[in-house]
Protein backbone atom coordinates (compact mmCIF):
# COMPACT_ATOMS: atom_id res chain seq x y z
CA UNK A 1 0.00 0.00 0.00
CA UNK A 2 2.92 1.92 0.89
CA UNK A 3 4.69 1.57 -2.25
CA UNK A 4 1.95 2.11 -4.39
CA UNK A 5 0.97 5.57 -2.30
CA UNK A 6 4.29 6.60 -3.32
CA UNK A 7 4.06 5.93 -6.99
CA UNK A 8 0.99 8.17 -6.91
CA UNK A 9 2.45 10.86 -5.51
CA UNK A 10 5.13 10.76 -7.84
CA UNK A 11 3.06 10.20 -10.70
CA UNK A 12 1.16 13.80 -9.11
CA UNK A 13 4.22 15.57 -8.70
CA UNK A 14 5.65 15.02 -12.25
CA UNK A 15 2.11 16.47 -13.57
CA UNK A 16 2.77 19.67 -11.50
CA UNK A 17 6.02 19.88 -12.28
CA UNK A 18 5.09 19.89 -16.35
CA UNK A 19 2.09 22.27 -15.89
CA UNK A 20 4.70 24.79 -13.96
CA UNK A 21 7.63 24.51 -16.90
CA UNK A 22 5.05 25.40 -19.27
CA UNK A 23 3.65 22.31 -20.66
CA UNK A 24 0.86 22.03 -23.69
CA UNK A 25 -1.74 23.87 -22.47
CA UNK A 26 -5.43 22.66 -22.10
CA UNK A 27 -7.13 22.24 -24.93
CA UNK A 28 -9.64 25.31 -25.76
CA UNK A 29 -12.50 25.77 -27.73
CA UNK A 30 -10.68 25.86 -30.70
CA UNK A 31 -9.61 22.13 -30.60
CA UNK A 32 -6.05 22.49 -30.56
CA UNK A 33 -3.14 23.40 -28.28
CA UNK A 34 -2.56 27.38 -27.80
CA UNK A 35 -4.61 30.55 -27.94
CA UNK A 36 -5.57 32.69 -31.12
CA UNK A 37 -5.39 36.17 -31.08
CA UNK A 38 -8.30 37.90 -31.40
CA UNK A 39 -9.06 40.29 -33.81
CA UNK A 40 -12.14 42.84 -33.62
CA UNK A 41 -13.34 43.33 -36.92
CA UNK A 42 -16.19 45.45 -38.39
CA UNK A 43 -17.79 46.06 -41.63
CA UNK A 44 -20.35 47.80 -43.08
CA UNK A 45 -23.56 46.04 -44.48
CA UNK A 46 -23.55 46.01 -48.82
CA UNK A 47 -20.95 45.23 -50.75
CA UNK A 48 -17.63 46.08 -48.75
CA UNK A 49 -18.29 43.41 -46.69
CA UNK A 50 -19.44 40.24 -48.99
CA UNK A 51 -16.01 39.64 -49.38
CA UNK A 52 -15.55 38.74 -45.55
CA UNK A 53 -18.37 35.91 -45.73
CA UNK A 54 -15.90 32.55 -45.69
CA UNK A 55 -14.03 33.99 -43.27
CA UNK A 56 -17.19 34.54 -41.05
CA UNK A 57 -18.44 30.48 -41.30
CA UNK A 58 -14.67 29.36 -40.75
CA UNK A 59 -14.64 31.65 -37.42
CA UNK A 60 -17.93 30.17 -36.31
CA UNK A 61 -16.84 26.50 -36.72
CA UNK A 62 -13.41 27.18 -35.07
CA UNK A 63 -11.10 26.53 -37.82
CA UNK A 64 -9.73 30.24 -39.01
CA UNK A 65 -6.36 30.73 -37.72
CA UNK A 66 -7.30 33.57 -35.56
CA UNK A 67 -10.57 34.29 -32.93
CA UNK A 68 -12.39 36.82 -34.49
CA UNK A 69 -15.29 39.44 -33.51
CA UNK A 70 -17.39 40.16 -36.08
CA UNK A 71 -19.83 43.24 -36.05
CA UNK A 72 -21.22 44.47 -38.79
CA UNK A 73 -23.03 48.50 -38.72
CA UNK A 74 -25.78 50.10 -41.43
CA UNK A 75 -23.56 53.27 -41.25
CA UNK A 76 -20.40 54.89 -41.96
CA UNK A 77 -20.66 56.95 -39.10
CA UNK A 78 -20.95 53.56 -36.37
CA UNK A 79 -17.30 52.54 -38.16
CA UNK A 80 -15.88 55.86 -37.46
CA UNK A 81 -16.76 55.79 -33.94
CA UNK A 82 -15.27 52.07 -33.42
CA UNK A 83 -12.32 52.83 -35.33
CA UNK A 84 -11.83 56.26 -32.89
CA UNK A 85 -12.88 54.71 -29.75
CA UNK A 86 -10.35 51.46 -30.29
CA UNK A 87 -13.13 49.19 -30.01
CA UNK A 88 -12.44 47.19 -33.36
CA UNK A 89 -8.74 46.71 -34.74
CA UNK A 90 -9.67 46.23 -38.65
CA UNK A 91 -12.54 47.50 -40.73
CA UNK A 92 -13.94 46.91 -44.42
CA UNK A 93 -14.89 50.36 -45.18
CA UNK A 94 -15.27 53.29 -48.25
CA UNK A 95 -11.85 54.10 -49.31
CA UNK A 96 -12.29 58.21 -48.78
CA UNK A 97 -13.68 57.61 -45.42
CA UNK A 98 -10.25 55.76 -44.84
CA UNK A 99 -8.38 58.96 -45.79
CA UNK A 100 -10.55 60.92 -43.59
CA UNK A 101 -10.29 58.29 -40.56
CA UNK A 102 -6.22 58.09 -40.66
CA UNK A 103 -6.20 62.38 -40.83
CA UNK A 104 -8.99 62.27 -37.97
CA UNK A 105 -6.93 60.41 -35.82
CA UNK A 106 -3.63 61.63 -36.83
CA UNK A 107 -2.33 58.88 -38.94
CA UNK A 108 -3.52 55.76 -36.23
CA UNK A 109 -5.75 54.17 -39.61
CA UNK A 110 -3.63 52.69 -42.15
CA UNK A 111 -5.30 51.46 -45.61
CA UNK A 112 -3.84 47.87 -46.18
CA UNK A 113 -5.86 46.63 -49.09
CA UNK A 114 -8.54 47.53 -51.70
CA UNK A 115 -11.31 45.31 -51.45
CA UNK A 116 -14.01 46.84 -53.57
CA UNK A 117 -13.55 48.05 -56.71
CA UNK A 118 -16.75 50.30 -58.43
CA UNK A 119 -20.40 49.61 -57.78
CA UNK A 120 -21.65 52.45 -59.91
CA UNK A 121 -23.65 52.19 -62.70
CA UNK A 122 -25.50 53.94 -65.43
CA UNK A 123 -29.17 52.73 -65.65
CA UNK A 124 -31.69 53.31 -68.49
CA UNK A 125 -34.96 52.51 -69.58
CA UNK A 126 -34.36 52.34 -72.81
CA UNK A 127 -31.32 51.42 -75.60
CA UNK A 128 -30.01 54.72 -76.69
CA UNK A 129 -26.86 55.35 -73.97
CA UNK A 130 -23.36 53.19 -74.81
CA UNK A 131 -21.10 55.53 -74.07
CA UNK A 132 -19.85 58.53 -71.73
CA UNK A 133 -20.78 60.74 -74.99
CA UNK A 134 -23.93 59.53 -75.63
CA UNK A 135 -25.08 61.16 -72.26
CA UNK A 136 -25.01 64.79 -74.07
CA UNK A 137 -28.17 66.59 -73.33
CA UNK A 138 -29.13 64.60 -71.13
CA UNK A 139 -30.68 64.33 -67.34
CA UNK A 140 -29.30 62.00 -64.96
CA UNK A 141 -30.99 61.01 -61.60
CA UNK A 142 -28.48 60.30 -58.80
CA UNK A 143 -27.59 59.58 -55.43
CA UNK A 144 -24.66 60.28 -53.40
CA UNK A 145 -24.60 64.53 -54.09
CA UNK A 146 -21.15 65.59 -52.40
CA UNK A 147 -20.14 62.29 -52.20
CA UNK A 148 -17.81 59.52 -54.01
CA UNK A 149 -20.59 59.16 -56.56
CA UNK A 150 -20.94 62.77 -57.88
CA UNK A 151 -17.50 63.16 -57.91
CA UNK A 152 -16.33 59.91 -59.93
CA UNK A 153 -18.96 60.99 -62.46
CA UNK A 154 -18.22 64.39 -62.70
CA UNK A 155 -14.50 63.32 -63.28
CA UNK A 156 -15.77 60.85 -66.42
CA UNK A 157 -17.50 62.94 -68.03
CA UNK A 158 -15.38 66.25 -67.83
CA UNK A 159 -12.02 63.59 -69.02
CA UNK A 160 -15.12 62.89 -72.22
CA UNK A 161 -15.39 66.69 -72.97
CA UNK A 162 -18.40 67.35 -70.90
CA UNK A 163 -19.14 69.88 -68.62
CA UNK A 164 -21.33 68.02 -65.98
CA UNK A 165 -24.31 70.86 -65.20
CA UNK A 166 -24.20 72.39 -69.00
CA UNK A 167 -24.03 69.33 -71.04
CA UNK A 168 -25.11 66.96 -68.96
CA UNK A 169 -27.63 67.58 -65.85
CA UNK A 170 -27.48 65.58 -62.89
CA UNK A 171 -30.47 65.48 -60.45
CA UNK A 172 -30.09 64.01 -57.13
CA UNK A 173 -32.27 61.68 -54.94
CA UNK A 174 -31.41 61.05 -50.70
CA UNK A 175 -32.32 57.83 -50.84
CA UNK A 176 -30.80 54.74 -53.63
CA UNK A 177 -34.19 53.04 -52.79
CA UNK A 178 -36.73 56.06 -53.92
CA UNK A 179 -34.70 56.10 -56.80
CA UNK A 180 -35.07 52.56 -57.97
CA UNK A 181 -38.35 52.50 -57.05
CA UNK A 182 -38.58 55.59 -59.75
CA UNK A 183 -36.96 53.92 -62.98
CA UNK A 184 -39.23 50.43 -62.03
CA UNK A 185 -42.31 52.96 -62.40
CA UNK A 186 -40.87 54.51 -65.36
CA UNK A 187 -40.78 57.82 -63.83
CA UNK A 188 -36.76 57.98 -64.71
CA UNK A 189 -35.21 57.01 -67.33
CA UNK A 190 -31.40 57.20 -66.80
CA UNK A 191 -29.85 56.82 -62.97
CA UNK A 192 -26.69 56.60 -61.44
CA UNK A 193 -26.86 53.36 -58.85
CA UNK A 194 -24.73 51.25 -57.03
CA UNK A 195 -25.63 47.29 -56.37
CA UNK A 196 -27.31 46.00 -55.28
CA UNK A 197 -29.88 48.25 -56.75
CA UNK A 198 -28.96 47.89 -59.85
CA UNK A 199 -29.68 44.15 -59.51
CA UNK A 200 -32.90 44.73 -57.92
CA UNK A 201 -34.13 47.41 -60.99
CA UNK A 202 -33.04 45.27 -63.86
CA UNK A 203 -34.67 41.99 -61.84
CA UNK A 204 -38.35 44.18 -61.43
CA UNK A 205 -38.20 46.12 -64.84
CA UNK A 206 -37.83 44.20 -68.21
CA UNK A 207 -37.11 47.73 -69.93
CA UNK A 208 -34.39 48.68 -67.53
CA UNK A 209 -30.51 47.64 -68.59
CA UNK A 210 -27.36 48.44 -67.37
CA UNK A 211 -25.83 51.00 -69.79
CA UNK A 212 -22.44 52.15 -68.45
CA UNK A 213 -20.30 50.42 -65.83
CA UNK A 214 -18.43 53.36 -64.44
CA UNK A 215 -15.27 50.62 -63.66
CA UNK A 216 -14.69 50.28 -67.07
CA UNK A 217 -15.27 53.70 -67.96
CA UNK A 218 -12.67 54.47 -64.98
CA UNK A 219 -10.26 52.15 -66.10
CA UNK A 220 -10.23 53.75 -69.65
CA UNK A 221 -9.57 56.94 -68.48
CA UNK A 222 -6.83 56.49 -66.13
CA UNK A 223 -5.27 54.04 -69.05
CA UNK A 224 -5.29 57.32 -71.81
CA UNK A 225 -3.16 59.38 -68.92
CA UNK A 226 -0.76 56.08 -68.85
CA UNK A 227 -2.03 54.38 -65.82
CA UNK A 228 -3.44 51.14 -67.10
CA UNK A 229 -3.52 49.19 -64.00
CA UNK A 230 -5.64 51.62 -61.93
CA UNK A 231 -8.56 50.66 -61.05
CA UNK A 232 -11.98 52.59 -59.60
CA UNK A 233 -11.00 51.57 -55.57
CA UNK A 234 -13.96 52.27 -53.82
CA UNK A 235 -14.16 50.01 -50.71
CA UNK A 236 -10.87 49.00 -48.46
CA UNK A 237 -9.45 47.59 -45.02
CA UNK A 238 -7.88 49.43 -42.65
CA UNK A 239 -6.25 48.88 -39.46
CA UNK A 240 -5.31 50.18 -36.16
CA UNK A 241 -1.39 50.97 -36.38
CA UNK A 242 -1.02 50.45 -33.33
CA UNK A 243 -2.72 46.70 -33.63
CA UNK A 244 -0.55 46.24 -36.92
CA UNK A 245 2.90 46.91 -34.77
CA UNK A 246 1.89 44.74 -32.11
CA UNK A 247 -0.07 41.86 -33.67
CA UNK A 248 1.94 41.57 -37.01
CA UNK A 249 2.29 37.57 -37.69
CA UNK A 250 -1.62 37.55 -36.63
CA UNK A 251 -2.92 40.44 -39.14
CA UNK A 252 -1.10 38.53 -41.60
CA UNK A 253 -3.21 35.28 -41.18
CA UNK A 254 -5.90 37.44 -41.64
CA UNK A 255 -4.74 38.83 -44.58
CA UNK A 256 -4.04 35.48 -46.19
CA UNK A 257 -7.50 34.32 -44.71
CA UNK A 258 -9.58 37.52 -45.75
CA UNK A 259 -7.77 36.69 -49.34
CA UNK A 260 -9.10 33.24 -49.56
CA UNK A 261 -12.37 34.30 -48.68
CA UNK A 262 -13.05 36.92 -51.63
CA UNK A 263 -11.85 34.26 -54.00
CA UNK A 264 -14.57 32.55 -52.53
CA UNK A 265 -17.34 35.07 -53.13
CA UNK A 266 -16.56 35.22 -56.80
CA UNK A 267 -15.91 31.76 -57.28
CA UNK A 268 -18.85 29.85 -55.26
CA UNK A 269 -21.66 32.48 -56.18
CA UNK A 270 -23.86 30.36 -54.43
CA UNK A 271 -22.95 29.78 -51.33
CA UNK A 272 -21.66 33.01 -50.82
CA UNK A 273 -25.06 34.55 -51.44
CA UNK A 274 -26.02 32.38 -48.81
CA UNK A 275 -23.63 33.23 -46.45
CA UNK A 276 -24.28 36.53 -47.16
CA UNK A 277 -28.06 36.74 -46.05
CA UNK A 278 -27.19 34.46 -43.01
CA UNK A 279 -25.24 37.24 -41.90
CA UNK A 280 -27.13 39.67 -43.03
CA UNK A 281 -25.11 41.99 -45.20
CA UNK A 282 -27.36 41.50 -48.00
CA UNK A 283 -31.04 40.62 -47.10
CA UNK A 284 -31.86 38.09 -50.23
CA UNK A 285 -29.68 35.09 -51.15
CA UNK A 286 -31.32 35.39 -54.73
CA UNK A 287 -30.29 39.40 -54.82
CA UNK A 288 -26.95 38.43 -53.67
CA UNK A 289 -26.19 35.73 -56.00
CA UNK A 290 -26.99 37.92 -58.97
CA UNK A 291 -25.70 41.14 -57.27
CA UNK A 292 -22.32 39.72 -56.61
CA UNK A 293 -20.50 39.70 -60.06
CA UNK A 294 -21.57 42.97 -60.21
CA UNK A 295 -20.23 44.36 -56.76
CA UNK A 296 -16.92 43.16 -58.10
CA UNK A 297 -15.47 42.27 -54.94
CA UNK A 298 -11.59 42.00 -54.99
CA UNK A 299 -8.11 42.07 -53.02
CA UNK A 300 -5.21 44.51 -54.07
CA UNK A 301 -2.37 45.08 -51.65
CA UNK A 302 0.71 46.32 -52.19
CA UNK A 303 1.80 48.67 -55.20
CA UNK A 304 -1.23 48.10 -56.99
CA UNK A 305 -3.50 48.93 -53.93
CA UNK A 306 -1.30 52.22 -53.62
CA UNK A 307 -1.67 53.28 -57.11
CA UNK A 308 -5.46 53.34 -57.46
CA UNK A 309 -5.81 54.32 -54.20
CA UNK A 310 -3.51 57.31 -54.51
CA UNK A 311 -5.27 58.10 -58.29
CA UNK A 312 -9.00 57.95 -56.53
CA UNK A 313 -8.19 60.03 -53.29
CA UNK A 314 -6.45 62.56 -55.70
CA UNK A 315 -9.84 62.93 -57.82
CA UNK A 316 -11.69 62.95 -54.62
CA UNK A 317 -9.32 65.85 -53.20
CA UNK A 318 -9.71 68.24 -56.28
CA UNK A 319 -13.23 67.92 -56.46
CA UNK A 320 -13.74 68.32 -52.33
CA UNK A 321 -10.86 68.33 -50.08
CA UNK A 322 -13.08 67.54 -47.10
CA UNK A 323 -14.25 63.95 -48.89
CA UNK A 324 -10.72 62.68 -47.81
CA UNK A 325 -10.70 64.41 -44.46
CA UNK A 326 -8.99 67.44 -45.60
CA UNK A 327 -5.49 66.85 -47.32
CA UNK A 328 -4.40 63.33 -48.80
CA UNK A 329 -2.54 60.74 -46.79
CA UNK A 330 0.86 60.48 -46.21
CA UNK A 331 2.84 57.94 -47.38
CA UNK A 332 2.48 55.95 -44.10
CA UNK A 333 -1.03 55.48 -44.79
CA UNK A 334 -0.17 52.60 -46.94
CA UNK A 335 0.54 49.46 -44.81
CA UNK A 336 3.77 47.53 -45.58
CA UNK A 337 4.33 43.85 -44.07
CA UNK A 338 7.76 43.82 -42.14
CA UNK A 339 10.11 41.48 -44.00
Known sequence: MKKRAYLLLASFLVIALVAG??????????????????????????????????????????????????????????????????????????????????????????????????????????????SLADLAGRTITGTGQGSTPEYALNFLLEKKGLIPGQDVTVDFLAEHGELA?????????????????????????????VALDLSEEWRGAMAREGNPDVELAMGCLVVRREFAAEEGEALRD?????????????????QAAQLVAKYGILADAAL???????????????????????????????????????QLPGQDFYYEEEG
Open 21 to 130: CGGPEVVGDEGEFGEKTTIRVAALKGPTGIGLVKLMAANEEGTAANHYEFELVGAPDEIVALLTSKSVDVAAVPTNLAAVLYNKTQGDIQLMAINTLGVLYIVEKGDSVH
Open 181 to 209: SLLVAGRVDLALLPEPFVTTVVEKADDVR
Open 288 to 326: AQKAIPNCNIVYLDGGEMKASAQAFLQVLHRANPKAVGG
Open 254 to 270: FLAEYQESTAFANEHLE
